[in-house]
């Protein structure tokens, strides 16, 4: 097959092979093919002339990506792919290659893909788990709850640098301040690591599994993934309305068989006396304080108490 510069040669019209020099002529002349020369000064202009097509898709597709308009809008022949081009000695001639390279886009789009393969969602606003800010824009929304984003971050940072302890954190705080937030970002860091997670939002959860009375394999299965998660997260517990099998088969199985293993997280509007009093009570059996209390024993031991301080973020983007 003939090159693009062969067949520049080749035409007849004196207007089009005119036209088709001055093409060239502007090509090697583009900064990008200059600075390309000036990396490979080994390449002969046989060499250029012969891989037009390549300089040439090479420049387009650096341009493009230059005024990148989005990878859902990328205007490359290879969507998310950009042409790199590289120099190899073949036989005492070097030779011209291309290939198709991923765009920082499309690479961190694909890693996203797989942090969210991670990460498993009961009832969580999956945005919260998307939000992507870093440090300093965490920081800056709210100035109160700066001890409890510090403490967040000292954890995030322990665990990639020790790897997975079975202390988790308990969040408290008012209605708004930002646990749901924290816990979801925790998540989503340690995720980049490698690590799987669980975010479980507890009035809705606890509603679901009477549902699942009926599906055994299905409550089975649920079950054993927050067993198996390496990170669990227990959304607003004490907000839920507790039935003494949720409770104790389910809550106490999955906690019992954390605790030591691997850490469980929380968030919560009750301090933990109030909690052991929400636990202790349930809408069938009323007041059990031994079953709060046996169940607070694999809560307590196991986190740190986080106060979140702050106003109530609810319907503010900005969180």
Same mark, same amino acid.
């Given at each position: 097959?003939?090159?693009?510069?062969?067949?520049?040669?080749?035409?007849?019209?004196?207007?089009? @092979?005119?036209?088709?020099?001055?093409?060239?002529?502007?090509?090697?002349?583009?900064?990008?093919?200059?600075?390309?020369? #000036?990396?490979?000064?080994?390449?002969?202009?046989?060499?250029?002339?012969?891989?037009?097509?390549?300089?040439?898709?090479?420049?387009?597709?650096?341009?493009?990506?230059?005024?990148?308009?989005?990878?859902?809008?990328?205007?490359? *022949?290879?969507?998310?792919?950009?042409? !790199?081009?590289?120099?190899?000695?073949? %036989?005492?001639?070097?030779?011209?290659?291309?290939?198709?390279? &991923?765009?920082?886009?499309?690479?961190? !789009?694909? %890693?996203?893909?797989?942090?969210?393969?991670?990460?498993?969602? =009961?009832?969580?606003?999956? !945005?919260?788990?998307?939000?992507?800010?870093?440090?300093?824009?965490?920081?800056?929304?709210?100035?109160?709850?700066?001890?409890?984003?510090? @403490?967040? =971050?000292?954890?995030? /940072?322990? %665990?990639?640098?020790?790897?997975?302890? &079975?202390?988790?954190?308990?969040?408290?705080?008012?209605?708004? %301040?930002?646990?749901?937030?924290?816990?979801?970002?925790?998540?989503?860091?340690? #995720?980049?690591?490698?690590?799987?997670?669980?975010?479980?939002?507890?009035?809705?959860?606890?509603?679901?599994?009477?549902?699942?009375?009926?599906?055994?394999?299905?409550?089975?299965?649920?079950?054993?993934?927050?067993?198996?998660?390496?990170?669990?997260?227990?959304?607003?517990?004490?907000?839920?309305?507790?039935?003494?099998? #949720?409770?104790?088969?389910?809550?106490?199985?999955?906690?019992?068989?954390?605790?030591?293993?691997?850490?469980?997280?929380?968030?919560? /509007?009750?301090?933990?006396?109030?909690?052991?009093?929400?636990?202790? =009570?349930?809408?069938? *059996?009323?007041?059990?304080?031994?079953?709060?209390?046996?169940?607070?024993? @694999?809560?307590?031991?196991?986190?740190?108490?986080?106060?979140?301080?702050?106003? /109530?973020? !609810?319907?503010?983007? /900005?969180?």
């Amino acid at each position: 097959m003939e090159s693009l510069g062969q067949m520049v040669q080749k035409m007849s019209s004196p207007q089009l @092979r005119q036209r088709s020099q001055q093409l060239v002529h502007d090509l090697f002349h583009d900064p990008l093919v200059i600075e390309f020369r #000036a990396q490979y000064p080994e390449i002969s202009e046989q060499q250029l002339t012969l891989n037009l097509s390549r300089l040439y898709q090479y420049v387009k597709d650096c341009k493009h990506c230059a005024a990148c308009p989005g990878l859902d809008l990328c205007p490359n *022949d290879f969507q998310g792919h950009y042409t !790199r081009l590289a120099v190899e000695n073949v %036989t005492g001639e070097s030779r011209i290659y291309d290939r198709q390279v &991923p765009c920082a886009k499309l690479q961190a !789009r694909e %890693t996203e893909s797989q942090i969210k393969k991670r990460i498993y969602s =009961f009832y969580v606003d999956e !945005r919260a788990l998307q939000e992507g800010y870093d440090e300093v824009e965490i920081m800056s929304k709210d100035s109160m709850r700066s001890p409890a984003v510090g @403490r967040v =971050f000292r954890y995030i /940072n322990e %665990t990639r640098e020790n790897g997975l302890s &079975p202390q988790g954190l308990y969040m408290v705080g008012h209605f708004g %301040t930002g646990k749901t937030f924290l816990m979801s970002y925790l998540l989503h860091e340690l #995720a980049k690591s490698g690590y799987s997670g669980v975010i479980v939002y507890m009035p809705e959860f606890v509603e679901d599994l009477k549902s699942m009375m009926m599906d055994s394999q299905k409550l089975k299965d649920t079950v054993e993934l927050m067993k198996q998660a390496d990170l669990l997260i227990f959304d607003d517990i004490g907000a839920e309305n507790l039935n003494p099998w #949720a409770r104790d088969h389910v809550m106490g199985a999955i906690l019992n068989y954390r605790m030591n293993r691997k850490p469980t997280f929380y968030t919560s /509007n009750y301090d933990m006396k109030a909690l052991e009093r929400h636990l202790s =009570f349930t809408n069938k *059996d009323g007041e059990e304080n031994h079953k709060g209390q046996r169940l607070m024993d @694999r809560i307590a031991p196991f986190v740190d108490v986080v106060s979140v301080n702050g106003s /109530n973020k !609810r319907g503010n983007r /900005n969180k």
